[in-house]
């Protein structure tokens, strides 16, 4: 997270607020969201939709 310029709390705060999900390749699902800051950040968890506990983050992406 830290070579991508992603806290903690952004994945937090993306997980709760996301705008936008997709079937993500090869299973899962992406949710997409814009923090505060104007960061898009992409969030790519092995979950299909509905969402249930445990989100398993299989990689992320940050872009400015």
Do not use: C
């Amino acid at each position: 997270m830290r070579l991508r310029g992603v806290t903690e709390a952004d994945v937090v705060y993306i997980l709760q607020f996301h705008t936008v999900t997709y079937r993500a390749n090869h299973g899962g699902t992406t949710l997409q969201g814009r923090l505060v800051n104007g960061k898009v950040v992409r969030i790519w968890v092995t979950n299909s939709l509905p969402l249930r506990e445990p989100i398993i983050i299989k990689s992320l992406v940050g872009e400015d």
